[in-house]
């Protein structure tokens, strides 16, 4: 069993190859290697007992994707792509990595015969506004954003690409990844995260939008189980459709401080400081607050089981179990 | 008011030229010339008050979409395309065609900085079975065919465009256009048309399904309306939501032929001959039924009245009035 991550160095990639790494097999087949690869070059993960190779360079150059599937991985994890804020002032840059980087990937494995397992990280972003109050399976994609547009797009070519019995695909909506590890960033959404990160590390976080801000989060950990399980899941039974919301945990930001409370009490609640920014709470109102994933959970993806687990996952993988 | 018609030899791009040549105006806009594009040239319509250039080429040149749009073109409709059947045998040669084909029309806009309206024809090919009983203005994008892929995919582009301000597009999806004029050709979906057409020019036609196979329907009149509706439309109201599905005529295979007898009577219908044929029921199964289109009718798009007035249309408009 070979396994290619694409975006292997970002946060996701990390944690999935430490995950793979400490395993040491998927779908109860022995991992025999392993390629991290990224624009920037990866960290082997420390727990591996096969071998790791580190690779980098431009996923949208099209010597690329024919490089990497040369030894036919049998599973592709493709996480490679700029994020929604960099795609929406880098046009053609966006175009370039998130849809053509991605195309090429395809075509490189059909020009080669090969079909392995392909898990796409896709977004809720392939969804915008005006929402129904949970959006389900059926709704239709109206991203509002270049980014949205990149990830729905690649989900069309994954889901022809498999009907057409190039490859196999799956295509995952990954909720907010919350609580995301390392320093606060300028991401519209950082905030989410922020707020619980920053308290429990001892330090102040501001809360820009008001406290009944609703929105559909996952955890790290919950993000790895999904494309664990979106490697090792039977495809025949998703027929051509091959995109899925994942299941997630629906909470406002007042649940989120509630749940904060509960785990590490009071004191770290006070390091949040209320400072309104009307113009964060505009475009939070655009974002998707709650789904209904009736098909990923009937086929076995499995959610964070409260924002209180969320949190305590965070503490655990993150903090070494320690509040400061 | 200059005008690019990409497609304009098939059969809807010259029904739209000769439109376009009767009115002498657009929008209320004087037409000042007509640039009519395909893979073949096409024909001017002996109508045209003013200039028509007929030009021909390879829409995925990457040189031809900068030429076309050169002398800045206020409206353009892309109807450019390989059919379904076609896209769907050569995989390569579709996603040229109607997907970089597209593409780089808009890139070629987005490169002088001009912006004009586009009229893209998409198809209810972005859609994939199982439905509702009827398909909403909200449901999702699941086509079973390359060339509903690529449909999809350019509606995305197009609406993200828009959004950006590079281009003032509006996608909008035929409905299977039947009485389709010309000879009885392979296509799966050609009998709705064969049995109307061919027993009203006096010949036989194969019926190779059952009397209740519903379908959805518009004549070649109305989506020439629906073209230039979508060109002169106030677009401000779509916001980021440029795609739409145009409204139709829902009715049955045996709807449609009692509707043959109330308009052409007894004698014309005992030309259609029953031969069924399970592999066309098959294909004809995953095909959209019925619609509910309530943004398009909102938004002035306007179907036939019934398929009696489908038929009525096509005498008048390819049978000189006289039924065989």
Redesign the interface.
Known sequence: MKILVMGGAGMIGRKLAERLAKDGQLGGKAITGMVLYDVVPGEKPAAAAFPVTILSGDVADPKEAPRLVADRPDVIFQLAAIVSGEAEQE?EKGYRINMDGGRQLLEALRAIGHKPRIVFASSIAVF?APFPDAIG????????T?YG?QK??CE??I??YS??GFVDGVSIRLPTICVRPGKPNKAASGFFSNIMREPLAGQEAILPVSDDVRHWHASPRAAVGFMIHAATMDTAVLG??RALSMPGVSVTVGEQIAALRKVAGDEVVARIKRVPDPFIDKIVEGWPRNFVTKRAVALGFEADASFEEIIRIHIADELGGKIA
């Open positions: 046009f915008g399976d059926e709704f239709f994609q109206t991203p509002l270049s547009t729905a797009i069309l070519l889901s022809d009907r057409k051509a459709r």
